[in-house]
């Protein structure tokens, strides 16, 4: 398994950008497919976006799709997550994921490997 560390989380006003990353650890990350989920108080995780291992495909949850941007730097081990537009819903705490799969899921069950989170909240 991979370990994973994320950064980048804080609060921001409505309409402010952030950008997350995530380091990975361990030999297998240009070979995993990777997600960021996020998951509010009161609610269910849910995904966000995800990266494929070979070619960097890239996948969005519909509600943050033209906004968010996600991208990997396989020589750093890091995957990111650039937000932009920030939306009051947007807060939660934020939480990468690996998969040995070709291309990532979109259920957390698809994920093997998790980082612990970091929060993200955005004022109005």
């Known amino acids: 398994q991979v370990q994973l560390v994320e950064s980048g989380g804080g609060l921001v006003q409505a309409g402010g950008s952030l950008r997350l990353s995530c380091a990975a650890s361990?030999?297998?990350?240009?070979?995993?497919?990777m997600g960021w989920f996020r998951q509010a108080p009161g609610k269910e995780r849910e995904f966000v976006a995800g990266?494929?291992?070979?070619?960097?495909?890239?996948y969005y949850a519909e509600s943050v799709k033209g906004r968010f941007i996600i991208s990997r730097d396989n020589a750093k081990n890091t995957v990111y997550l650039q937000m932009n537009g920030l939306k009051p819903e947007d807060t939660a705490v934020y939480t990468c994921?690996?998969?040995?799969?070709?291309?990532?899921?979109?259920?957390?069950?698809?994920?093997?490997?998790w980082g612990h989170g970091t929060q993200v909240t955005v004022s109005s």
């Open positions: 990266i494929s291992r070979s070619i960097g495909t890239t």
């Open positions: 361990g030999r297998t990350f240009s070979t995993s497919s």
């Open positions: 994921a690996a998969t040995q799969r070709l291309v990532p899921g979109r259920s957390p069950l698809d994920f093997g490997s």
